[in-house]
């Protein structure tokens, strides 16, 4: 019987391991190592750069799953760009999250300020990922993709899951068939991931469609970043695949979000374009076309009441946002379990609001089998509010100690580590003002067949069983107003990401998880 991934020797292991660490720092599947295991004296230039954690082997995922995930990429891609052009749905959202979330009625604020005076910028840019896993129900039927949730702000990992189906690739080719148990060249069918490119090119379209300067200064890419960032290399490697282009050129520059007033200004005049003054170039300045935000989707990007001037001061501006607040909001929690709130006589299908045939190019019947395909990929999620029959069925799930268990609780936080599992719901929702129940969502655990492999970690090697989290990338770009036209839709690459099956978040940053490529089983 063919076992996939093979056993291996302790030797096999050892050499595996070597191959990768190297294979790993030449071709940049790499991050800056966390300074509290490099200490200042060993790195005070912070030049070390170290190999991300990594499955050696593509962990296998259902062909069929694959498949499902792409194929409704250009559907969501459509509809959050629907949702983001949709003001009072989104109004409604905010009044429902409700005002104990600070981050979220400030971004609100932020939005309203700029409609007050208008906005000059119509067009939106949008990097998405759509994170799913494998559900296969007890019937033993076919396993499908559910959606874990829907990231509109800062997708990262684009750069480094490039990577990391060219590590498969490669060691499919040469590793792999040298094993004790060997696996024979092209029998592993590994799709590969071309998330730098089609990234890069969704920043590339945005760019060109800014159109010419009137300010007479150049155009630029600003990407917005987080002082410290460690995950540096996985934005290198779609700046590295912008600047490759020679028709147009695209001046790109890193901008810690913390010094946005400090380096850009406002130009005179109607127009409001975003002026850049890189600090090592002085006296000259780039008209910026494109404001990518690797940043901003969390409080702790906006520590003083200056942060969100900053924030103020970008969507006002001329420059095409990745993303608009508007986008950012849109990517909440709570606006996928109002999609996922499943169609009931006195509440019509939120899908059909945004996918209408006249939006879709489509006839009435494409665009129900597009709301369909999508509602498949929905578990169910339900609101803590205190008046629907759902919130308080929700509440009766989550206080109690045995059915909180396939559930998670999820504030409208992005970047890992702020959800609550299972039995610690409970306790965490008594500790909770109730008036801020609402700012929460609460899912059903998905919870896929089981997965073994082994995961490369700082050097260690740890085998068992694995949980995978397939994300598909998706560029939009579209002109906010309702009735806007959709100037791009492309699914744009995958990532697979994996942890150990003890673990409940998957996060590589994080350090909980680890890169992965797809072995189509
Ligand atoms: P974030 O925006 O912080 O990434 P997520 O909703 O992706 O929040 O949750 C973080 C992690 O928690 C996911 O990567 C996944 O590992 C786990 N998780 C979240 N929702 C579910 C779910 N419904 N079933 C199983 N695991 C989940
Ligand atoms: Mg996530
Ligand atoms: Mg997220």
Not at 251 to 256: A, H, S, W
Not at 384 to 411: C, F, H, M, N, W
Request: proline share 8%; charged share 20%; glycine share 8%.
């Amino acid at each position: 019987m063919w076992v996939y991934p093979p056993e291996l020797t302790p030797a096999e292991g050892e050499r595996l391991t070597e191959v990768i660490k190297d294979w790993a720092v030449a071709h940049g599947l790499t991050v800056r190592p966390p300074p509290a295991v490099i200490a200042a004296e060993a790195d005070p230039a912070g030049i070390l750069a170290t190999a991300v954690p990594v499955t050696l082997f593509p962990s296998p995922f259902p062909e069929v799953c694959f498949n499902q995930a792409v194929a409704v990429q250009k559907a969501y891609n459509e509809l959050y760009a629907a949702i983001s052009r949709d003001e009072e749905f989104l109004a409604q959202i905010v009044k429902d999250i409700g005002d104990s979330d600070d981050f979220i009625t400030e971004l609100w604020k932020v939005h309203l300020r700029v409609k007050e005076e208008g906005y000059v910028q119509h067009k939106s840019l949008g990097l998405f990922r759509s994170d799913y896993m494998v559900h296969q129900d007890a019937s033993g039927s076919t396993p499908q993709v559910k959606q874990v949730e829907f990231n509109t702000i800062a997708s990262s990992f684009g750069g480094l899951s490039s990577q990391t189906s060219l590590l498969h690739n490669y060691l499919a080719a040469t590793e792999y068939p040298l094993l004790g148990n060997p696996i024979q060249r092209g029998l592993l069918r590994l799709p590969p991931s071309g998330s730098i490119v089609g990234l890069a090119a969704g920043l590339r379209q945005a760019f060109v469609e800014y159109g010419p300067t009137t300010t007479g200064h150049g155009k630029c890419v600003v990407f917005l970043t987080q002082g410290g960032e460690r995950n540096v290399f996985d934005q290198r490697h779609l700046e590295y695949e912008l600047q490759r282009s020679e028709d147009p050129v695209v001046p790109v520059f890193r901008l810690p979000y913390a010094e946005t007033l400090q380096h850009t200004r406002i130009a005179d005049g109607a127009g409001r374009q975003l002026l850049y003054t890189p600090p090592h170039l002085p006296g000259r300045t780039f008209e910026v076309a494109v404001i990518y935000m690797r940043s901003g989707y969390g409080p702790s990007d906006y520590p003083d009441p200056s942060a969100w001037e900053a924030r103020y001061h970008l969507e006002r501006s001329a420059a095409i946002k990745c993303p608009t607040v508007l986008t950012q909001i849109a990517g909440t929690k709570k606006v996928q379990q109002v999609l996922a709130t499943p169609e009931t006589p006195s509440n019509p299908s939120v899908l059909g609001r945004f996918l209408r045939p006249s939006t879709t190019t489509s006839d009435d019947s494409t665009s129900a089998s597009v709301i369909s395909e999508l509602a498949k990929t929905f578990t169910n999620i339900y609101p803590l509010d205190a008046t629907t029959e759902a919130g308080l069925e929700a509440r009766r799930i989550a206080l109690d100690p045995a059915r909180s268990q396939s559930y998670v609780l999820k504030p409208q936080r992005e970047g890992g580590g702020n959800n609550v599992y299972r039995g610690a719901i409970p306790g965490f929702l008594r500790s909770t003002p109730e008036a801020h129940w609402p700012s929460h969502i609460l899912m059903e655990l998905i919870t896929p067949p089981p997965v073994r492999n082994t995961i490369l970690r700082n050097g260690a090697l740890e085998h068992g069983g694995v949980i995978c989290e397939l994300g598909i990338y998706g560029t939009c770009l579209w002109d906010q107003r309702p009735g806007g036209a959709i100037l791009r839709n492309e699914e744009a690459g995958y990532l697979l990401r994996t942890k150990g099956d003890k673990s409940e978040e998957g996060g590589v940053a994080a350090g909980f998880g680890c890169m992965d490529s797809v072995a189509l089983a």
